[in-house]
């Protein structure tokens, strides 16, 4: 039986003894460790995968046979969290909150993690990022991503021109919401100029107003007419 000759992945330019850890024993013979023959080469400086075959006979000329692969480490690492994303206008923003790198030979590599290219939040725009690893292997990865400083103005909803009756009730911000791609719900931060009197028949214009957290205005005319 031989023991310890499992497939493995090791890094470029390190040391590989291919008899290391790998031994074999036999029901007679006992320990054969020293008969073990190995059949084949691994380049450590180059990248790929190798076979070797390692044999080993006993006396009463059993033979053992295991097939071995080697790889000298191609994986690149792994870049998480750098996704594209919008910040707010005059918001923080650090470019390295949240993102992390891993190896598959040397595990956590976030402290390595360089970023190339600058975001400013105080004018908007979109920003490119530039993430970059390389492991001890040298495998090199790279993650693009998109910043953006926030120039969408909230959406006012419900404010509709309509026809009411002569007399009738009604309120102007009842059915009007507003809402942010980042601030969410601004229903509360509505503004509204204009009135209406519905003892007087005519058409009477509403203006409502809205601003999110990035300073981005949203307007919307309304036409009421009393009939």
Excluded at 12 to 23: D, G, R
Excluded at 31 to 51: A, D, R
Excluded at 91 to 106: H, Y
């Amino acid at each position: 039986m031989i023991s310890g000759a499992g497939n493995k992945t090791i890094k470029l330019n390190s040391s590989f003894n291919p008899k290391t850890n790998v031994s074999a024993k036999d029901n007679a013979d006992g320990n054969l460790t020293s008969k073990i023959k190995v059949t084949g080469t691994v380049n450590t400086k180059k990248k790929g995968t190798y076979t070797l075959k390692y044999t080993v006979t006993d006396s009463s000329e059993n033979a053992a046979t295991v097939t071995r692969k080697i790889t000298i480490d191609g994986t690149k690492p792994v870049i998480s969290g750098a996704n594209s994303k919008t910040v707010g206008y005059y918001s923080t923003f650090s470019p390295k909150s949240g993102v992390s790198a891993k190896d598959n030979l040397d595990g956590n590599m976030t402290s390595k993690i360089k970023v190339t290219g600058t975001v400013n939040t105080k004018k908007k725009g979109t920003y490119t990022l530039k993430y970059t690893i390389t492991d001890s292997s040298e495998n090199t990865a790279t993650v693009t991503r998109k910043i953006t400083v926030d120039s969408t103005k909230p959406v006012i909803s419900g404010a509709k021109s309509k026809t009411i009756a002569y007399n009738s009730t009604f309120n102007p911000k009842s059915g009007v919401s507003a809402k942010d791609n980042l601030d969410g719900s601004l229903t509360s931060k509505i503004k509204m100029t204009g009135t209406v009197n519905t003892k007087k028949k005519g058409t009477y214009t509403l203006t409502y107003t809205v601003t999110d957290k990035s300073k981005n205005k949203a307007e919307v005319k309304r036409k009421i007419t009393v009939k």
